[in-house]
């Protein structure tokens, strides 16, 4: 059997990537309805991949080309929810100001909470690469 193009095998994988993480979503929302009754799925989807990362359940590699195309195509993601705003100007009028100020502040709580996060999992895979280095 021959082998896929390069291009064609980057897109299949990606695209079982991304099934992978939607998968991983849909375990969130059924473990928040079910069990977790006041945990978003976003954080439960969270800590279940990283919890099967953890456990070596999960590979980066096998989230690394989805994530990615996710991330850059975020932008297109957002395009409905603008439309959506736009249709409803004049009922926002008069609370731009206020709208912006819990935007700019939710956006640096959000960058705030991810550097620290980041840097939380630098510094544990630095001690465990450290400590399986050692063994």
């Not at 980057?10 to 059924?30: D, P």
């Not at 279940?48 to 994530?67: F, P, S």
């Amino acid at each position: 059997m021959p082998a896929l193009p390069p291009r064609l095998h980057q897109f299949c994988r990606t695209l079982l990537q991304i099934g992978l993480l939607i998968l991983i979503w849909l375990a969130a929302v059924e473990l928040s309805s079910t069990w977790l009754h006041g945990l978003p799925p976003t954080v439960t989807g969270i800590a279940l991949a990283l919890v099967l990362l953890g456990l070596g359940l999960l590979r980066r590699e096998w989230l690394a080309d989805g994530a990615g195309w996710l991330l850059r195509e975020m932008l297109l993601f957002f395009i409905p929810v603008v439309i959506a705003v736009l249709q409803y100007g004049e009922v926002l009028q008069g609370r731009f100001v206020a709208i912006g100020l819990v935007i700019v502040g939710s956006t640096a709580c959000v960058m705030l909470s991810t550097a620290l996060a980041v840097d939380l999992v630098w510094k544990l895979e630095a001690r465990w690469r450290k400590h399986g280095e050692d063994a």
